[in-house]
């Protein structure tokens, strides 16, 4: 057929038939042989196809989709690893958290790999030469795994590092720790980054001090920093 979707379909209905799979599988490589050449519509179903056939002789180029220069493609191919799972994908999906029109996708792509993405995902958290817009959702991330792995992860990342990124850690190891009140987390290295942040408070009390009691207009945003 001419049409991507009926083609696509076809192919992930033939794939699992002994009879057909031969077939099935020489017509997806001819269409993966050329899909750069391809329009749109062929990309978005290949996309979904090779989501949907979750075989990791395709991760190649399921990869090249999720670089692909199409949104549209790069949030399906994105929606297609998370479903797979396999770990291939990991590096990609988390260089895609930098990108605002798929954060969201990439997130939840790699919060379905559970424990299998946490360790990846803690050695960029704590990589200071990696983009700050890639670390800052990594916490969303680990919170939303959830895991006692994910909480250790936060617990244990650096210790000095971006003032922000830092009490985002904080927040998301709450969030996790309020959801699952079983999970464990290392008592005195939690007392240990309290301690820390206290003493940075106490730096700053006196000006926050003065701050509030100011009546000059126009220091709202400094009094909430």
């Known amino acids: 057929d001419d049409e991507p979707g009926v083609v696509a379909a076809a192919i992930e209905v033939a794939v699992r038939l002994p009879a057909a799979e031969a077939a099935a599988r020489a017509r997806l490589d001819g269409i993966i042989a050329d899909l750069p050449q391809r329009n749109l519509a062929w990309r978005r179903e290949v996309a979904r196809l090779l989501g949907a056939l979750d075989d990791t002789r395709y991760d190649a180029p399921l990869a090249?989709?999720?670089?692909?220069?199409?949104?549209?493609?790069r949030a399906l191919a994105i929606d297609a690893?998370?479903?797979?799972?396999?770990?291939?994908?990991?590096?990609l999906l988390v260089e895609h958290l930098a990108d605002r029109r798929v954060r969201a996708r990439a997130i939840v792509a790699?919060?379905?790999?559970?424990?299998?993405?946490?360790?990846?995902?803690?050695?960029i958290l704590d990589d200071r030469s990696r983009p700050m817009m890639e670390r800052m959702p990594i916490p969303r991330v680990l919170e939303a795994i959830g895991t006692e792995g994910a909480a250790h992860a936060l617990v244990f990342s650096n210790p000095?590092?971006?003032a922000f990124l830092q009490q985002?850690?904080?927040?998301?190891?709450v969030g996790i720790v309020r959801r699952t009140p079983g999970v464990a987390v290392d008592r005195k290295r939690v007392d240990e980054a309290i301690g820390r942040r206290l003493v940075a408070y106490d730096a700053y009390d006196d000006a926050g001090r003065d701050l509030s009691a100011d009546p000059v207009p126009g220091l709202g945003l400094l009094k909430r920093a």
């Open 110 to 123: 790699l919060s379905r790999y559970g424990d299998d993405a946490v360790e990846a995902l803690k050695a």
């Open 168 to 173: 985002r850690i904080a927040h998301t190891l």
């Open 160 to 162: 000095k590092d971006d």
């Open 81 to 91: 690893a998370g479903r797979e799972r396999h770990a291939a994908h990991v590096p």
């Open 64 to 73: 090249r989709l999720i670089d692909d220069p199409d949104g549209t493609v």
